[in-house]
C-alpha cells in the first residue's frame, strides 16, 4: 500500500479526482495528452494508494507534480515505461479546420472565454478549469496552424486572454508551476497580439506565481516589467490594477513606503466611473481597490487596515464568492496582527467554508498561514 502517495496527496489537501486532474493538465502543458479519462484516472490513484497496481508511466509526473522523489512516494521500483499519450491529429484535418477561421469564429471563440470568466467569478475556479483548459488547448492549435497573419494575430489575443485566466485557475489550485507555464504562454501570445493590455496583465498574474513560492524580489521585478510594457497605452483600469499588484509585491518585500506609495497612485489611475469592457480579464471597482488596500497593509501589520477591511466587508456586493473569502480571510490577519483570537478564528472559519465551496487550495493555504499565527 502506497500510504506516502495517499499523505503526499492529503498534504496538499486534493482528493483522489483533483489529483487526477492535475496529472491530466500537467500531461497536456507538456504535449503529451493522456489517453484515459478522469474517472479511469481517478480509480488508478486509489489502486496506487491501496497497492493494488504500480504507476508505471505514470510515475515521473507523479514524481513532477508532487516535487518528490520516486522513493518518497512509495515506488522506488524500476524505470517507467514510456508514456501513453493521446494519438495528434493530422496536419491536413488540423489545416482544414484553421482554414475556416475568420472573425466570426474569433469573436466566437472569445465570447466563450468570457462566458467561462463570469462562470469563474459566480461558482469558483474548480467548476470551469476543465473547459477553460480545453479552450486554451484548441485556440493554441488554431493559432498553429492558420496560415493568415492577421487572423493569427487576432487568435493570439484570444489565446493570451484564456491562457491567464487559466493560469489564474491552476494557480487556484495549488499548482504554481502549471500556473508559470499558463501564463508564460499567455505572454508570448500577448506579445504576438500586438496589445500592450493583454502582455501587461499576463505579466502581472505570473508575479503572482513568483509571491506564491516566496520570491517577492522576483515578483517586484515582473510586476514592475508590465507596468513598462503598458506605459500609458492601457486603460486606466487596467493601470491601477497594475499599481495595486505592485503594492502588493512591495508589501512583500518589506518596503512599506513603496508600497503605501503604489496605492496612492493605484488610487489616483482609478477611473471615477469604473468600466472593464475594454479589459474584460480586469475586475476592479473602488470597493475591491479597497479591500486590495486593506489586505496589503494588513500583510504589513498597519493596525489601521481592519476599519478598511471592515468597511469592505459591511459592501460586500455579494457575487464573487471567492473575493468574499478572500476578504474574510484578511480581516481574520488584521484580528490576528492585533492579538484578538476569538474574532479571527472567526473570520477564518468563515474564510475557510467559502474557500472549501470554490474548491481554492491557495485560498486555504493562506487561512492556514493566518490561523498559525495564532499558535
Excluded at 45 to 66: A, T
Excluded at 284 to 311: C, M, P, Y
Excluded at 326 to 333: G, I, K, M, R
Aim: glycine residues 8%; hydrophobic residues 45%.
Amino acid at each position: 500500500m502506497s500510504s506516502a502517495l495517499r499523505g503526499a496527496r492529503e498534504a496538499q489537501g486534493w482528493t483522489q479526482d483533483q489529483l487526477a486532474g492535475r496529472l491530466l493538465r500537467l500531461a497536456e502543458s507538456r504535449g503529451a495528452a493522456l489517453s484515459v479519462s478522469r474517472a479511469s484516472l481517478k480509480q488508478m490513484v486509489s489502486d496506487w494508494e491501496r497497492g493494488k497496481r504500480k504507476p508505471g508511466h505514470y510515475r515521473q509526473l507523479l514524481c513532477d507534480l508532487f516535487g518528490r522523489t520516486a522513493d518518497e512516494l512509495g515506488f522506488p521500483d524500476a524505470a517507467p515505461a514510456p508514456l501513453s499519450v493521446a494519438p495528434a491529429q493530422g496536419l491536413e484535418l488540423m489545416l482544414d479546420q484553421a482554414a475556416v477561421v475568420d472573425v466570426v469564429t474569433v469573436s466566437g471563440l472569445q465570447q466563450q472565454v468570457d462566458g467561462l470568466r463570469r462562470l469563474d467569478q459566480q461558482l469558483g475556479s474548480q467548476m470551469v478549469i476543465e473547459q477553460t483548459g480545453t479552450l486554451v488547448t484548441t485556440v493554441r492549435d488554431l493559432m498553429s496552424h492558420v496560415i493568415s497573419e492577421a487572423e493569427r494575430q487576432q487568435l493570439a489575443g484570444v489565446l493570451a486572454d484564456v491562457a491567464a485566466l487559466h493560469g489564474w485557475q491552476v494557480l487556484n489550485s495549488g499548482d504554481t508551476s502549471g500556473a508559470w507555464t499558463l501564463h508564460d504562454l499567455a505572454k508570448t501570445a500577448g506579445r504576438e497580439s500586438g496589445d500592450p493590455a493583454l502582455l501587461s496583465h499576463a505579466m502581472g498574474e505570473q508575479a503572482y506565481d513568483l509571491l506564491d513560492v516566496e520570491r517577492p524580489e522576483l515578483a517586484l521585478q515582473l510586476v514592475q516589467a508590465a507596468r513598462s510594457a503598458a506605459g500609458s497605452k492601457v486603460p486606466g483600469l487596467l493601470g491601477a490594477w497594475l499599481h495595486a499588484a505592485e503594492a502588493e509585491a512591495l508589501a512583500a518585500t518589506g518596503d512599506q513606503v513603496g508600497c503605501r506609495e503604489a496605492l496612492r497612485l493605484a488610487e489616483q489611475a482609478m477611473p471615477a466611473e469604473p468600466d472593464n469592457s475594454a479589459v474584460p480579464y480586469v475586475s476592479l471597482d473602488d470597493w475591491q481597490l479597497a479591500r486590495w488596500r486593506g489586505n496589503v497593509l494588513a500583510g504589513l501589520g498597519d493596525s489601521g487596515a481592519l476599519d478598511a477591511l471592515l468597511s469592505a466587508l459591511g459592501r460586500t456586493p455579494g457575487m464573487s464568492v471567492r473575493a468574499t473569502a478572500s476578504l474574510h480571510c484578511d480581516v481574520a490577519q488584521s484580528y490576528a496582527v492585533r492579538g484578538e483570537r476569538v474574532s479571527s478564528l472567526e473570520h477564518a472559519r468563515v474564510a475557510r467554508d467559502l474557500a472549501r465551496r470554490t474548491g481554492s487550495i491557495r485560498q486555504l493555504r493562506r487561512i492556514d498561514r493566518v490561523t498559525r499565527l495564532l499558535a
